[in-house]
């Protein structure tokens, strides 16, 4: 990753997420996976799998996923995602000054095949679409990438991040550790110049696990291909990610933990502003480990959890929380926010350059302001902010 960071003291020159729109409630694009299905898949092949679906919810918290209904491609969440996009902002694709893609593989090269299926869709000069293979990180890596774009852009500059995630692809369908958690889901924000919710940090790192930080000597995740079921029990010969659970599960918490404690010391809490952190949504075990593990440190922050009927969208499930604010803090019983409350976005997982004993991780630092977020710009705000890109502290 870059080693590198960016201040602007503009007042009226800070970047701000302006934009996050999701396709979720596009039923034509998904199928439903709830767990009396995950339960089957878990027991294809003769595999121990899950005992029944009470053990499915308590291991996951997730009552329903979702997977692409058979007719379905990732160009087709994709075009869809970027309609939307270009219906909420008033702008064309192409009228971005930059356009960045995480779409996450075992295929390393399937990330650029999507970006130029893009391209041809809605008729972009070639190589106008950046691809990236970045996993769960993927979208704190995207907005760092992105930030660093805009340093010495005009007002009123854009750069869209698109996630448009399909796990059902690159992974194995009776594998317990991750049939139950995996969903498919596309999401696209915006980084602008001047507008949206100032954006004071973000930050992005890929971290080596040390061997003793690791309570077994095999790999953290590796790739496998061999015949394997697909989310709809059928076999086939493909390539899919393989996990090593404990240490994964362990380092995972370890890094969003020290990314939170990052992030709180770049933030400046007056009495009276909370703060909200939108975390990666790995597992429920995971995240239920990593928020009694923060509130032994932070006991006044609070948490989103999203996981029962989104799942673990991979890059997409940070700027999910986003999109779906209102439902999440709804169902999470957390009271909206004010102007001037901290949203922290948090992730942490698989390295997918390094995926053998590397983690990734990152964070954002966001300060709430009502009524910018997917609303036009207005040219006469200023906000007083500073934006810092870098690696993150340890």
């Known amino acids: 990753m870059k080693d590198t960071s960016f201040h602007n003291d503009s007042a009226s020159d800070f970047i701000g997420l302006s934009a996050v729109v999701d396709v979720f409630d596009q039923d034509e694009l998904f199928d439903q996976l709830d767990n009396e299905a995950v339960l089957a898949l878990s027991q294809l092949g003769g595999n121990r799998g899950f005992s029944d679906i009470r053990a499915i919810k308590k291991s996951t918290g997730i009552s329903n996923r979702r997977l692409l209904k058979s007719a379905m491609r990732p160009i087709d969440v994709a075009v869809q995602l970027c309609r939307r996009l270009e219906c909420v902002t008033d702008m064309r694709l192409g009228d971005f000054q930059h356009i960045l893609l995480c779409h996450s593989h075992t295929d390393v090269h399937a990330c650029e095949v999507l970006a130029a299926e893009i391209t041809t869709a809605f008729n972009l000069p070639t190589g106008s679409i950046a691809a990236f293979n970045f996993g769960c990180s993927g979208f704190l890596k995207l907005a760092a990438e992105g930030s660093l774009l805009l340093e010495d852009c005009d007002r009123g500059s854009k750069v869209a991040l698109l996630s448009v995630e399909t796990p059902e692809y690159w992974h194995d369908g009776s594998d317990r550790l991750f049939c139950g958690i995996v969903s498919a889901g596309a999401t696209a924000a915006v980084l602008e110049v001047g507008h949206g919710?100032?954006?004071?940090?973000?930050?992005?790192?890929?971290?080596?696990?040390?061997?003793?930080?690791?309570?077994?000597?095999?790999?953290?995740?590796?790739?496998?291909?061999?015949?394997?079921?697909?989310?709809?029990?059928?076999?086939?010969?493909?390539?899919?990610?393989?996990?090593?659970?404990?240490?994964?599960?362990?380092?995972?918490?370890?890094?969003?933990?020290?990314?939170?404690?990052?992030?709180?010391?770049?933030?400046?809490?007056?009495?009276?502003?909370?703060?909200?952190?939108?975390?990666h949504q790995p597992s429920g075990k995971l995240l239920k480990a990593l928020v009694a593990a923060a509130r032994t440190e932070f006991p006044e922050i609070e948490f989103l959890n999203n996981l029962e009927f989104y799942g673990n969208t991979i890059s997409s499930s940070v700027p999910t929380l986003v999109s779906r604010l209102d439902e999440v803090l709804e169902r999470n019983k957390i009271a909206p926010l004010n102007d001037g409350d901290h949203l922290i976005l948090l992730a942490a997982g698989i390295c997918m350059t390094e995926i053998a004993d590397h983690m990734s991780a990152g964070h954002a630092c966001l300060t709430w302001k009502n009524g910018v977020l997917n609303e036009k710009a207005d040219v006469t705000s200023t906000v007083d902010a500073q934006v810092y890109v870098g690696e993150p502290g340890r």
């Open 197 to 279: 919710l100032p954006m004071s940090v973000v930050r992005s790192d890929d971290f080596r696990i040390p061997a003793e930080r690791r309570p077994n000597p095999d790999p953290l995740f590796h790739k496998e291909t061999a015949e394997v079921f697909d989310f709809r029990g059928v076999l086939g010969d493909r390539t899919v990610m393989r996990m090593n659970p404990e240490p994964v599960f362990l380092n995972g918490i370890e890094l969003m933990l020290d990314n939170l404690r990052s992030a709180l010391l770049s933030i400046q809490c007056a009495p009276g502003q909370r703060v909200i952190v939108a975390p």
